[in-house]
């Protein structure tokens, strides 16, 4: 939720345009804001609101199902989840909202699966989010690591891809392979490759260029840091320039 997204308008159609269990968080809050979107109630579904609500609903299923949310947790989803202090109150309504539903987080994460099935960098940057969130005390706890790994495979992803995403925000075994997803073996040439492409792909200027909320970018900022760190001890270790 930005402040290029919401506005605060009156009336609950988007919540029908969208659709869904997301759909019905957004037609919940839109009595107080509404996204502010040209056509957005008689056209295509709004992608960055399904994305970004659908962020803030899993940070709000993730707080429950951890039974406790630290206040660097709730510092932690600000800096993800970043508004003004006019849509701060409609954010907190919506994170509410979505922590006291009957639907369980199963659904939120299926909605997002299917509307982003052709982007599954986009899944990948809702669990960035949520890692961000969940480590923000210092460690991933057993329920937040099992809720992770459950929306992960709600999303598509195999245990690999699970732990590939993990390397980037905990220690697994300390291996910068694994948050670029490469094998040890790897020759030169090819690690220079795999990086390139990995620079174009998790760009932030990639997702401002497809229009994708602020949320986006800033989890895209994120993980192409820890990318280059990664691959900046690998060529160290390999003596590399």
Known sequence: MSTGIWGKLGGAGLGLAVGGPIGGLVGGVAGHFLVDR??????????????????????????????????????????????????????QRLFDLAKGTSNGFEAYARQLANTFHDEPSLLEDVLDGLFHIAKADGAIHEAEERYLRAVAETFGFDEPAFRRIAARHVSLSDDPYAVLGLDHDIDDTALKAAHRALVIENHPDRAMARGLPPEAVTIATRRLAAINAAYDRITAERSLR
Request: proline share 4%.
């Open 38 to 91: 040209e056509g957005a109630l008689f056209g295509a579904t709004p992608r960055d609101v399904v994305f970004t609500t659908g962020l803030v609903a899993l940070a709000a299923k993730m707080a429950k199902s951890d039974g406790v949310v630290t206040p660097s947790e709730v510092e932690a989803f600000a800096q993800v989840v970043q508004v003004g202090e006019r849509e701060r109150a409609g954010v």
